[in-house]
């Protein structure tokens, strides 16, 4: 009798060791209030609620005891690196180290994307599921592109061929884990998964985001951020 092959799991993993000094926050961004609850809790909450995802593995710096554990599908690494693409490689390890298996499909998404919606979690996965790559979430640029030079504008860029990476990433744990170690250890320009993959030669798929799945990157990102949980109360 024939072997069937056991059918791959869809893990999460959450980079949450940055510092996040451009937030201006008092502290880590993923750990400053909103609404209430830290930034990282509303987007466990949007992780959690996508039924597919067999576990979320939080990679947070080492040392770092401030993050509860508020399901049973969720795991605190403390394997946190100087940069995000080290925190995602050494999350990576972890999970090929405790059992994951590197056909496995590994979904990266920023601690500090705590808007995502997970029906748009779960697009991605129908989109990228069969796919022999993986992929990601991202908007085409709608806006004018320019090329700076001294801080002048210089030249208009085509932008029909554009896009806004965001997250998650999804990919097969295998290869990420291969397209990682390929740039360690300094990880130099590896600003994403994708460009990892890129780095192999590979095409990730590209899948309709939302503008509303927005990094929490500055001061003025905060304040977007509670007017859009507010207007969703």
């Not at 779960?122 to 592109?145: H, K, N, Q, R, S």
Request: hydrophobic fraction near 50%; glycine fraction near 8%; include cysteine.
């Amino acid at each position: 009798m024939t072997e069937t092959a056991p059918i791959p799991r869809l893990h999460a993993l959450v980079p949450c060791a940055g510092v996040g000094l451009r937030a201006q926050a008092n502290g880590p961004k993923q750990y400053a209030d909103l609404e209430g609850r830290p930034v990282v809790m509303h987007t466990l909450d949007a992780l959690l609620a996508v039924p597919r995802l067999a576990r979320i593995l939080v990679v947070v710096a080492p040392g770092d005891g401030f993050l509860p554990v508020p399901d049973a599908r969720v795991e605190v690494a403390d394997c946190g690196g100087v940069s995000r693409a080290q925190s995602v490689f050494n999350g990576v390890e972890r999970l090929l180290e405790s059992g994951a298996d590197p056909a496995d499909w590994v979904l990266v998404h920023d601690a500090a994307r705590c808007l995502v919606a997970p029906a748009l979690v779960e697009a991605l996965i129908d989109a990228c599921i069969d796919d022999p790559v993986g992929g990601l979430l991202a908007l085409p640029v709608a806006d004018t592109l320019k090329r700076s030079v001294e801080g002048r504008a210089a030249e208009t860029i085509e932008r029909s061929d554009k896009w806004l990476a965001q997250t998650p990433q999804m990919a097969r744990l295998g290869l990420l884990h291969r397209a990682l170690a390929a740039r360690a250890p300094a990880f130099v320009g590896v600003t994403d998964e994708a460009r990892a993959l890129e780095g192999l030669g590979l095409r990730p798929r590209l899948v309709p985001g939302s503008p509303w799945n927005i990094k929490l990157t500055y001061p003025q990102d905060f304040v977007l951020a509670r007017a859009l949980l507010r207007s969703l109360a």
